[in-house]
């Protein structure tokens, strides 16, 4: 693979078929030796892929720091996102860039081992690592697989850790960030699996090449999963900084959609107005918004932004851990308040105000940022759909009350299910 600031990197090859280890190194190179990876990794401008945006480098650095042996490294492929398939693709397509990518991390930290994360309800993509680890010829890392069970929290680092020591998918509060998480005794450093593969090519090609993608405040490329208005749910790879609609065009998506979900289902709605923001963070950060796990849902026209909106509050809300009252009690109201409103009752003005409160008294109180997630979320769709919002409190019937749900929710349990009124 040349240096070239072309794409694809991270998808470069077949898409969908996992490159055997021969044909990864035809393809990538073998991993160099990396003796000062995390400056260079500081150098590039590295954030995390996996929807927090930390530094990659600074993380590592902090466990790198601690003491003693048997530091673990953690891949975190969970993809707890439900329109998020974007660690799935790159792992059926380059596994040993992620694993090249988690070598060279732990090697950086002190760590003999690895472990990698893949949710057991992905048997394709178990399937996939299995088979990649088989391959593996490494003898400075020893490589394990863990299947936690799917949820939306399970992939949140702290829960992960959590599973990984005590086999249960709850986060961990933390008062200050980063904190050291531990798996016994031992410092651990979590990773998403798509900053793994970056930190792979980083490490073949250093900082420079990196940054010939992106804008200067948000270097390189990224995996993005676009779902909701097109035909089929498709990942790309970009370069940071390129507008959202050119992103919606390039995937094969409605490039006029009525409004976009960006950044999973704790993210923004972004309205027509911003269709043509660059998805970088500097971009993003003065819309309320960030481009988090890489999620985007186009809306098409016509739909009902408040109904979707509370179909994914009330999964949401589903999803919590219930270990914190202003989550396991605040967000079933929030998305009771929603129905209420979605359903254009009388009580539809009283909710509309409710939900104001609500969002407020929950904001800030949970032990990890899935309420907050939450409460952005039904914040920027108040926004985004004011219009929408605004016949709902009025009592108008919805325009689009026949109309299929466009945004992908697992099923919930037959008595909490919505009916699509
Ligand atoms: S805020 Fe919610 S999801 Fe997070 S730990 Fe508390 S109960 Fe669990």
Known sequence: MSGRATLPRLLA???????????HHERFGALPATPGLLDELEAAGLTGRGGAAFPTARKAAVVRSQRGHGKILVVNAMEGEPAAHKDRTLLATNPHLVLDGAVALARAIGAARVAVAVARDEQATV???????????????????????????????????????????????????????????????????????????????????????????????????????????TVLEMALGTPLRSVLRAAGADPEPAAVLLGGYGGSWLGAAHLDVPLAHESLAPLGAALGAGVIVALPAGACGVRETLRVARWMAHESARQCGPCAFGLPALAEDL?????????????????????????????????????????????????????HQRGA?????????????????????LAWE
């Open 13 to 23: 090859g077949t898409v969908g078929r996992p490159a055997r280890l021969p044909e």
């Open 127 to 233: 399937s996939v690592v299995r088979r990649a680890l088989a391959e593996r010829t490494d003898r400075t890392v020893a490589f394990a697989l863990h299947t936690p069970p799917w949820r939306y929290v399970a992939g949140e680092e702290s829960a992960l850790v959590h599973w990984l020591n005590d086999h249960e998918s709850l986060p961990q509060y933390r008062p200050r960030r980063p904190t050291i998480l531990r798996i016994g005794h031992a410092p651990v450093l979590v990773d998403n699996a798509e900053t793994c593969a970056h930190v792979a090519l980083i490490a073949r090609h250093g900082a420079a090449w990196f940054r010939g993608l992106g804008t200067a405040a948000s270097p390189g490329s990224t995996l993005v999963s676009v779902t909701g208005a097109i035909a089929r749910p």
């Open 339 to 391: 129905h209420v409103l979605a359903r254009s009752t009388p009580g539809a003005p009283a909710a509309l105000e409710r939900l104001g409160r609500r969002a407020t008294s929950i904001e800030g109180r949970g032990a990890c940022r899935h309420p907050d997630g939450v409460v952005r979320m039904v914040r920027s769709a108040l926004d985004v759909f004011a219009a929408h919002v605004d016949e």
């Open 397 to 417: 019937p919805c325009a689009a009350r026949a109309q299929r749900p466009v945004i992908a929710v697992p099923a919930l349990e037959p008595e909490e299910d």
